[in-house]
């Protein structure tokens, strides 16, 4: 091959070598600069113990912590004698297990089953009625009922 031949061929190559290398350096600067993708969620959310859903759907404050006066629920020890199907039922008709309809005779009870309570799952359902068969106690619900004298006026409770 002649010599000029042969620096053309090598002008080539070196041109192409450069190209390939602002090519990479380009890549290279675009991942840097793009924003990293979002992290997948890796674990299911914390499910909800019967405890803490005993205080958030109102159990408690309906029965231990509003005062009488206001609302005359029963202690919730009473569910100690709810079998689990008797309990769904409750929560989600206001039907008791004597099968008197809270709703049919008016009573907030039967409301909040019917239009709030009902919502739950059966899982959440199991996990409320395992947590006041099994956790609550009449001490638990004494200290609940105490804080009552403590709330500020103005209380009717107080003169
Ligand atoms: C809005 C207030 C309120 C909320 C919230 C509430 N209750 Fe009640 N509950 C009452 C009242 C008032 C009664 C009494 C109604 C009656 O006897 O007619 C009652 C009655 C009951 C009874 C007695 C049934 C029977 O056999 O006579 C049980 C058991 C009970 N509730 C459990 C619960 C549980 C468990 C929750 C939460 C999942 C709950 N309640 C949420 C107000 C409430």
Redesign the pocket.
Known sequence: MPNGERVLADGGLTMRIAIAFLAACLVLCLAACSKPAPEARTSPPEPITGERL?YI???V???HQTPKEI????P?L??QA?SLPEFTT??RTGV???G?D?YA?G???GI?AREQ?AHLTDGEIAS?HHY?QTGWTAERAALEEAKIATFPPPTFMKP
């Open positions: 005993a759907v109102g159990c404050n309906c029965h609302l005359n629920a029963p919730l009473m569910v709810y409750l929560l008791t297990r004597a008197r809270m005779q009573s907030v009870m909040v309570l409320i006041l």
